[in-house]
């Protein structure tokens, strides 16, 4: 079912507030950010899968100053990168995003923080991998290869730096996870929360601040964990 951000009770919390309700709590926010790009790569995306977003990033602050992904921009890059809102909206104005969020404990936070550091050490040897395209379109399977192989797409950079902390979002291989899976698990996982979906221009992290505090204060999030006690087995083929 799809769990929405909105709370009727509209305290002020200050940004220290929100810091420390999770950190009390040991509930640290973690954010998939879904958009839609008019890239060649999204255009195939959606019109294979028939998608609504064709972009994702993962970020670990509210305020999405650093959207980790991977995409292709030419000689600007290739691979890994680390855009924000400020690059969406300078690309277009009127760009269109979801925000989800899931908790989990200090451990783990450090562990995604982690293996997004180290894919980003690693920056030169990461590649935005145009072939998996074509097994997206077909529904070609592979081999979980992390960290041997840097060749990813987007969705499924977001959805490696998950497994790798024992996190399955998605029930199919990493290679051919797309932004929109993670739309759709937020209408079916409770513990998958949706903070924010319109104009990227509109996000304001001071709503969702105030919103995640109350939540927490109020015990109504959950641990996207709490129920996952044994490593995951990646994607037998």
Known sequence: RSVRMVCPNRHHYTQLGFILSYKENNLYP??????????????????????QWSHAGISTEVGLKAINSYN????????????????????NGDTLIQVLCIFVDHKTFIKI????????????TTKYDFPNLINIA????????????????????VDLVLRVSNIELVNKANNLVIPQDFSNISNKNPKVYQVYEGLARRYKPENIERDIATLIQKKQVENIKSDADTPLEHDKV
């Open 30 to 51: 973690v954010f998939i950010v879904l958009s839609y790009t008019g890239s060649a790569a999204g255009k195939v995306i959606n019109a294979v899968k028939k998608s």
């Open 113 to 124: 923080k982690g293996t997004i550091r180290d894919i980003k050490a690693n920056v030169k």
């Open 138 to 157: 077909f529904n070609r399977a592979k081999k979980f290869d992390y960290p041997e192989n840097l060749a990813l797409v987007c969705s499924q950079f």
């Open 72 to 91: 292709f921009r030419g000689k600007e890059y290739n691979g890994f990168t680390e855009d924000n809102l400020s690059r969406y909206l300078k690309e």
